[in-house]
């Protein structure tokens, strides 16, 4: 298990026993959550939603995360609880796979990732995960089953086992589920809730691994469903190879998934392609459940689970003090909330003049996507409040940074990947490039910046390079294709090694965050020598190939038009 770091200690939980005896006698119970309480806030009996997915969604060529649209999907529908499959990130440094979890949930959620596995399964939570491990799956070599017992809201606990069968065939799957089932009898507490959730790569439900799972969880309809009513969920939507299983005490408190202004009765199946609105599970794109090497769509479920006897409250738990982000970028604002229905969000560049980023939003959600500024400053804060009560509020316990990433200037730095060469002309790959461009007001330091591909990084930037305002660069397969490209590298570990079928670029700051990135098929690679560019040139959101541009194939360190940047 690996824990956030959090400036707020962890709630006191009252047993089940204590908590009814006292609302038995009339009397108020309180957890202590750190959060702002007044005197007029009564205590009140509650429910906590819970969203619980099944996540298969890497989209790597090494089953990774890397390439971000599985990311993008995670941030859109902010789950509470994944169980994940194919957990890897980077180089799955602890360094790296923190990163992961920072950037797609939030720096207050926790996880657990099983060891010595090629494609490990996961548990990654928003609530403290006060136990973990992995049971041994024999009918496979790279992969086990990891568990966590998580304190979710309320006196039970909820043990979660993230789950990855077997393609091989129903009945080895069943082998698997008789396994797990018996893991499970012999560590669960049968009065605690349970959630089993994964890639089940089941063909069919009549498979009999459903029926060996029915005696912990509950395996009847209805099923999570699509905006279309599609209930499967592998990547051609023909078979139901993902689920989320849960017993059948938790079972009684599922609930509507709601989503924006859309809601699912049974849960979810995401599906990027056929989600309408888009912008209800922003910054998720139409593409990305379609990208290439995309496994399945996830699952979700919700569920309304009775809650501890708590105070009326909320807490801010990123940012809270000491942060440092770049103006311009995308971060999430999260927060912790009990009793409370909608909230509030502002915040504050100077300490004492605040401004309104949404007057009401949903609090079970915990978290924002936020756009920040592009004014630099070292006194921010954010404020959380109770849309229906002012005096339940909370703000950062302290400031927080906003920087430029350039080294001086007006404005803010903004890179965008401009212009790429996947397919070289003729067979010399080192004529590979990639161009970006400075389109913001300062210049930006690159050092330590990183461009990938699909499966791995191919260019990191030396320290010292920088990249001026209105500027390109363009990074080559190698320093033999480069010719007399201004302001032009070559991949510092000896390609870039784009795909000609399709791929992902991706340029990631030296923190990890991603700053741009573009997916393309072959109609924008199947022309030899012919790059594909932004169109309108510099600005435009869509891709196009060179040639419906101008008459030239490429114009690498140029605008599309031949003029100099």
Same mark, same amino acid.
Request: glycine share 10%.
């Given at each position: 298990?690996?824990?956030?770091?959090?400036?707020?200690? %962890?709630?006191?939980?009252?047993?089940?026993?204590?908590?009814?005896?006292?609302?038995?006698?009339?009397?108020?119970?309180?957890?202590?959550?750190?959060?702002?309480?007044?005197?007029?806030?009564?205590?009140?009996?509650?429910?906590?939603?819970?969203?619980?997915?099944?996540?298969?969604?890497?989209?790597?060529?090494?089953?990774?995360?890397?390439?971000? =649209?599985?990311? %993008?999907?995670?941030?859109?529908?902010?789950?509470?609880?994944?169980?994940?499959?194919?957990?890897?990130?980077?180089?799955?440094?602890?360094?790296?796979?923190?990163?992961?979890?920072?950037?797609?949930?939030?720096?207050?959620?926790?996880?657990?990732?099983?060891?010595?596995?090629?494609?490990?399964?996961?548990?990654?939570?928003?609530?403290?995960?006060?136990?973990?491990?992995?049971?041994?799956? &024999?009918?496979?070599?790279?992969?086990?089953?990891?568990?966590?017992?998580?304190?979710?809201?309320?006196?039970?606990? $909820?043990?979660?086992?993230?789950? =990855?069968?077997?393609?091989?065939?129903?009945?080895?799957?069943?082998?698997?589920?008789?396994?797990?089932?018996? /893991?499970?009898?012999?560590?669960?507490?049968?009065?605690?809730?349970?959630?089993?959730?994964?890639?089940?790569?089941?063909?069919?439900?009549?498979?009999?691994?459903?029926?060996?799972?029915?005696?912990?969880?509950?395996?009847?309809?209805?099923?999570?469903?699509?905006?279309?009513?599609?209930? +499967?969920?592998?990547?051609?939507?023909?078979?139901?190879?993902?689920?989320?299983?849960?017993?059948? +005490?938790? %079972?009684?408190?599922?609930?509507?998934?709601?989503?924006?202004?859309?809601?699912?009765?049974?849960?979810?199946?995401?599906?990027?392609?056929?989600?309408?609105?888009?912008?209800?599970?922003?910054?998720?794109?139409?593409?990305?459940?379609?990208?290439?090497?995309?496994? =399945?769509?996830?699952?979700?479920?919700?569920?309304?689970?009775?809650?501890?006897?708590?105070?009326?409250?909320?807490?801010?738990?990123?940012?809270?003090?000491?942060?440092?982000?770049?103006?311009?970028?995308?971060?999430?604002?999260?927060?912790?909330?009990?009793?409370?229905?909608?909230?509030?969000?502002?915040?504050? $560049?100077?300490?004492?003049?605040?401004?309104?980023?949404?007057?009401?939003?949903?609090?079970?959600?915990?978290? /924002?996507?936020?756009?920040?500024?592009? &004014?630099?400053?070292?006194?921010?804060?954010?404020?959380?409040?109770?849309?229906?009560?002012?005096?339940?509020?909370?703000?950062?316990?302290?400031?927080?940074?906003?920087?430029?990433?350039?080294?001086?200037?007006?404005?803010?730095?903004?890179?965008?990947?401009?212009?790429?060469?996947?397919?070289?002309?003729?067979?010399?790959?080192?004529?590979?490039?990639?161009?970006?461009?400075?389109?913001?007001?300062?210049?930006?330091?690159?050092?330590?910046?990183?461009?990938?591909?699909?499966?791995?990084?191919? =260019?990191?930037?030396?320290?010292?390079?920088? $990249?001026?305002?209105?500027?390109?660069?363009?990074?080559?397969?190698?320093?033999?294709?480069?010719?007399?490209?201004?302001?032009?590298?070559?991949?510092?570990?000896?390609?870039? +090694?784009?795909?000609?079928?399709?791929?992902?670029?991706?340029?990631?700051?030296?923190?990890?965050?991603?700053?741009?990135?573009?997916?393309?098929?072959?109609?924008?690679?199947?022309?030899?020598?012919?790059?594909?560019?932004?169109?309108?040139?510099?600005?435009?959101?869509? /891709?196009?190939?060179?040639?419906?541009?101008?008459?030239?194939?490429?114009?690498?360190?140029?605008?599309?038009?031949?003029?100099?940047?």
């Amino acid at each position: 298990m690996t824990p956030p770091s959090s400036s707020h200690p %962890r709630p006191f939980r009252l047993t089940a026993a204590l908590t009814l005896a006292l609302v038995a006698c009339g009397a108020p119970t309180q957890e202590e959550t750190g959060t702002e309480v007044t005197a007029t806030q009564q205590a009140e009996l509650a429910t906590a939603r819970v969203r619980l997915m099944a996540a298969n969604i890497s989209s790597g060529n090494n089953q990774s995360y890397d390439p971000g =649209h599985g990311t %993008r999907i995670f941030q859109g529908t902010q789950p509470d609880i994944v169980m994940i499959q194919e957990f890897n990130y980077g180089s799955n440094s602890a360094a790296d796979i923190r990163s992961f979890v920072n950037t797609a949930f939030g720096s207050n959620f926790y996880y657990y990732r099983e060891t010595g596995a090629q494609i490990p399964n996961g548990v990654i939570s928003r609530y403290p995960i006060l136990e973990s491990g992995e049971w041994t799956d &024999t009918q496979v070599s790279n992969r086990d089953f990891a568990w966590a017992r998580i304190d979710i809201p309320g006196p039970k606990d $909820l043990w979660v086992v993230s789950v =990855h069968l077997l393609t091989s065939g129903s009945g080895v799957r069943n082998t698997e589920a008789t396994n797990l089932v018996n /893991y499970i009898k012999s560590k669960v507490p049968s009065g605690d809730y349970l959630a089993i959730g994964g890639d089940f790569n089941s063909d069919s439900r009549s498979e009999a691994l459903f029926s060996t799972f029915s005696s912990v969880v509950s395996t009847a309809s209805p099923y999570p469903a699509d905006k279309n009513g599609n209930v +499967n969920t592998n990547a051609s939507r023909g078979k139901p190879y993902d689920h989320v299983l849960v017993s059948s +005490n938790l %079972r009684a408190y599922q609930t509507s998934t709601v989503i924006g202004s859309s809601s699912f009765a049974a849960g979810l199946v995401v599906d990027t392609r056929v989600y309408s609105p888009l912008s209800d599970i922003s910054p998720a794109q139409s593409g990305d459940s379609g990208s290439t090497n995309m496994q =399945h769509m996830a699952i979700i479920k919700d569920f309304l689970v009775p809650s501890d006897s708590v105070s009326t409250g909320v807490t801010v738990t990123s940012p809270n003090g000491g942060e440092s982000w770049t103006t311009g970028s995308t971060q999430a604002i999260t927060w912790t909330s009990s009793g409370v229905t909608n909230v509030k969000l502002e915040y504050t $560049l100077n300490g004492s003049t605040w401004t309104t980023l949404t007057s009401s939003t949903s609090a079970s959600t915990g978290r /924002y996507t936020w756009t920040v500024p592009t &004014t630099a400053t070292t006194t921010a804060r954010v404020r959380v409040t109770d849309a229906s009560n002012s005096a339940t509020t909370d703000t950062s316990d302290a400031a927080f940074t906003l920087t430029t990433s350039s080294g001086g200037g007006t404005g803010s730095a903004k890179l965008v990947i401009n212009e790429v060469l996947a397919n070289e002309a003729g067979s010399d790959v080192n004529g590979e490039f990639i161009e970006l461009v400075n389109t913001g007001g300062a210049s930006a330091d690159l050092s330590g910046w990183t461009l990938s591909d699909a499966s791995s990084v191919r =260019h990191t930037f030396p320290s010292g390079t920088s $990249l001026a305002a209105g500027k390109a660069i363009v990074v080559f397969g190698g320093a033999s294709g480069i010719g007399g490209t201004p302001n032009a590298v070559a991949a510092s570990t000896g390609q870039l +090694n784009l795909s000609n079928s399709g791929d992902t670029v991706t340029l990631k700051s030296s923190a990890g965050s991603t700053v741009d990135t573009v997916t393309y098929g072959s109609s924008l690679s199947g022309s030899d020598g012919v790059s594909f560019n932004r169109s309108p040139d510099l600005t435009g959101t869509t /891709y196009v190939l060179h040639t419906s541009l101008a008459s030239t194939s490429s114009s690498a360190g140029k605008k599309a038009n031949g003029s100099a940047f």
